[in-house]
């Protein structure tokens, strides 16, 4: 980034760099990770990243690095598609993590990627890619295809418009054949994600519709490969994903 660039950014989007200089990966960074993330000067960092730690947004942990503060969860936790989602969906996720003790899953779609807003899992469970907080592109989960599914017209657009990224072999990455999978999960109310992110696992999600019936999350159970027939959790996950329906529908209607 040039100096002239860099000195047009306003206050916000400095903040929102430094914000966004922390994931999955990077959960905890030093000051110059930080100016070298965000693209800034030192001096710069030491004063947002400053700001940020005195409101919480950031915390200093022992070894002198930053990482995330719990006042910023507390205000992502005030998000609509967040925690009113996720209290709805809980009871439901509970009872099929006891049916399967595998990762049970709430997501929502933002821009291209699903993001994980609940998951349940068990100390046995298959290592997984995705966490709470976390982001996938939406064609290779089974809760991104499910949402993709039911998304506008203008949005599926826009995302075959984008290169897809494949993790393994069976990774959907071809537009027209993602169209077909689409094409499938509508009529079908569920959708089957075959080792698409990793080659030992595979999701099982159906779709969890509000109050007009637009699709605004899915839930999903991931499975090994080698473990229990994905056919077999699909009336499991389609009734809980209904039972959470159904509870934003009475909610709505209190």
């Known amino acids: 980034m040039t100096t002239a660039s860099a000195a047009a950014r306003t206050v916000t989007s400095r903040v929102l760099s430094v914000l966004d200089a922390f994931n999955g990966e990077h959960r905890r ?11 800034m000067p030192l001096a710069t960092a ?12 950031l915390e200093r942990a022992a070894d002198g690095r930053y990482q995330i503060g719990l006042r910023l969860w507390e205000v992502a936790a005030l998000a609509p598609r967040g925690l009113g989602l996720r209290e709805a969906a809980m009871p439901y996720l509970e009872d099929l993590y006891e ?9 929502v ?34 809760v991104g295809l499910v949402l993709l599914a039911h998304a506008p017209a203008g949005v599926l657009e826009e995302y075959v418009a984008r290169p897809l990224v494949a993790f393994t072999p069976l990774t959907i990455a071809d537009p027209a054949r993602l169209r077909a999978t689409l ?30 019936g637009r ?3 899915a839930l999903s159970v991931i499975v090994p490969f080698d473990g229990m027939q994905p056919a077999a959790l699909v009336p499991a996950v389609v009734t809980a994903a209904h039972g959470i329906s159904r509870t934003l529908l009475r ?3 209190a």
């Open 46 to 57: 030491h004063r947002l990243v400053g700001e940020l730690a005195a409101w919480g947004a």
């Open 215 to 217: 699709v605004v999350a």
């Open 29 to 39: 960074l030093s000051l110059s990770q930080i100016s070298r993330r965000a693209g």
């Open 251 to 253: 909610r709505a209607a």
């Open 109 to 142: 779609l933002d821009g291209v990627d699903v993001v994980y807003v609940e998951r349940i899992s068990g100390r046995h469970a298959l290592g997984v890619r995705s966490r709470v907080g976390g982001r996938l592109p939406a064609h290779a989960t089974g």
């Open 99 to 107: 049916a399967t003790h595998q990762h049970v899953q709430l997501a």
């Open 183 to 212: 094409d499938k999960v509508r009529r079908a109310g569920h959708a089957v994600s075959d080792r698409q992110v990793q080659m030992d696992a595979v999701s099982v999600a159906a779709p969890v519709r509000d109050l007009e």
